[in-house]
């Protein structure tokens, strides 16, 4: 009998092997390799996602059924749901706090969009202006709140600020330096315009962002048809423009909830509580009071109601989606 040589046989081999490919590995390896390799990719993310984000939102909540008070020696104790009946039925200075702060909301929310809005449309008809005009429009919003609020508060000062002494000179002299910051009928007003002042533009942006999206077409044809000027801005561009300007009113009005920069700045919620908001509030509680579990409660309450006015928001952008589609 004749032995092939060897060489010969490592070239069938490899012929054979060339041909019918490598061979086949185990099917719940090679699953098990591929499953696992993305999530040990993902897993330090996760993990730092859980470590600011769900950890203290789940540590507070607990907070929120325990009194712990800081300047006492007594350690926390489970009181149940006693901090909400605290602050819904039984502190007149936490439902003071929401109404500055839904004064805030209604009113300056709703000058923010309207002289966003006009300023969108003057902004949107000035062609090759526009990006300057723009850029200094957007000045205010780069400023951080804390310096905004400093700025305003040497602005409205009664005695070297530069708007009593503007309104001296308009008045020829009879009008004598006014403390702003300190009448009680007054000092929200001055927080609320300091507010305006700083994110109106914001909603300016928002609006022309959404006059470009409109396609010209819409508006030739409304021209065409022999519309007027406010005829088109009423029934074709503001319609386009509605759910553009909600989603920047949500932004606002959760913004809005958050205002405390602006406050700490101006007048620290004073004279009196007058202009303290729901976020001045729950920073007193728990920074300057100690009160660690209704400081919680309070946070949790701020929560539910921001969460149910942006419901609120989604379900009518959901029903005008809806509308547009039938």
Same mark, same amino acid.
């Given at each position: 009998?004749?032995?092939?040589?060897?060489?010969?046989?490592?070239?069938?081999?490899?012929?054979?092997?060339?041909?019918?490919?490598?061979?086949?590995?185990?099917? *719940?390896?090679?699953?098990?390799? %591929?499953? @696992?390799?993305?999530?040990?990719?993902? @897993?330090?993310?996760?993990?730092?996602?859980?470590?600011?984000?769900?950890?203290?939102?789940?540590?507070?909540?607990?907070?929120?059924?325990?009194?712990?008070?800081?300047?006492?020696? %007594?350690?926390?104790?489970?009181?149940?749901?006693?901090?909400?009946?605290?602050?819904?039925? $039984? /502190?007149?200075?936490?439902?003071?706090?929401?109404? #500055?702060?839904?004064?805030?909301?209604?009113?300056?929310?709703?000058? $923010?969009?309207?002289?966003?809005?006009?300023?969108?449309?003057?902004?949107?008809?000035? *062609?090759?202006?526009?990006?300057?005009?723009?850029?200094?429009?957007?000045?205010?919003?780069?400023?951080?709140?804390?310096?905004?609020?400093?700025? %305003?508060?040497?602005?409205? #000062?009664?005695?070297?600020?530069?708007? #009593?002494?503007?309104?001296?000179?308009?008045?020829?002299?009879?009008?004598?330096?006014?403390?702003?910051?300190?009448?009680?009928?007054?000092?929200?007003?001055?927080?609320?315009?300091?507010?305006?002042? $700083?994110?109106?533009?914001?909603?300016?942006?928002?609006?022309?962002?959404?006059?470009?999206? =409109?396609?010209?077409?819409?508006?030739?044809?409304?021209?065409?048809?022999?519309?007027?000027?406010?005829?088109?801005?009423?029934?074709?561009?503001?319609?386009?423009?509605?759910?553009? =300007?909600?989603? *920047?009113?949500?932004?606002?009005?959760? /913004?809005?909830?958050?205002?405390?920069?602006?406050?700490?700045?101006?007048?620290?919620? *004073?004279?009196? #509580?007058?202009?303290?908001?729901?976020?001045?509030?729950?920073?007193? $509680?728990?920074?300057? %009071?100690?009160?660690?579990?209704?400081?919680?409660?309070?946070?949790?309450?701020?929560?539910?109601? =921001?969460?149910?006015?942006?419901?609120?928001?989604?379900?009518?952008?959901?029903?005008?989606?809806?509308?547009?589609?039938?």
């Amino acid at each position: 009998m004749t032995v092939p040589p060897l060489c010969c046989g490592a070239h069938e081999m490899e012929t054979r092997v060339g041909r019918e490919g490598p061979a086949p590995q185990p099917a *719940g390896r090679t699953a098990r390799r %591929f499953h @696992l390799t993305p999530v040990l990719m993902v @897993l330090p993310a996760v993990g730092v996602l859980l470590a600011i984000t769900v950890f203290p939102l789940v540590y507070t909540l607990r907070l929120t059924v325990m009194s712990w008070e800081l300047t006492t020696s %007594f350690p926390a104790q489970f009181v149940g749901f006693q901090n909400f009946v605290r602050a819904l039925s $039984q /502190d007149p200075r936490f439902w003071n706090a929401m109404m #500055n702060t839904g004064v805030l909301v209604v009113v300056g929310v709703g000058l $923010q969009t309207l002289i966003g809005t006009g300023l969108a449309l003057e902004v949107h008809r000035l *062609g090759r202006l526009r990006t300057p005009v723009l850029s200094l429009l957007m000045i205010p919003v780069m400023i951080a709140p804390v310096i905004a609020g400093f700025q %305003f508060r040497m602005i409205y #000062n009664d005695q070297f600020g530069p708007l #009593n002494f503007l309104l001296d000179q308009a008045t020829g002299g009879r009008f004598h330096g006014y403390a702003w910051l300190a009448d009680p009928h007054v000092a929200l007003g001055a927080v609320m315009f300091t507010d305006v002042w $700083q994110w109106t533009p914001f909603m300016t942006l928002v609006v022309l962002a959404g006059l470009q999206a =409109i396609p010209a077409e819409l508006l030739e044809v409304a021209e065409v048809d022999g519309a007027t000027g406010p005829q088109t801005l009423w029934r074709v561009t503001l319609p386009l423009l509605l759910p553009v =300007i909600v989603i *920047g009113i949500l932004v606002r009005v959760m /913004d809005t909830f958050k205002l405390f920069d602006i406050v700490y700045q101006l007048t620290a919620g *004073g004279p009196g #509580n007058v202009t303290e908001t729901i976020a001045y509030y729950t920073y007193l $509680q728990g920074f300057k %009071f100690f009160s660690l579990g209704y400081t919680a409660a309070l946070a949790f309450i701020q929560l539910a109601v =921001i969460t149910l006015i942006a419901q609120v928001f989604l379900r009518y952008l959901k029903r005008g989606r809806a509308g547009t589609a039938a």
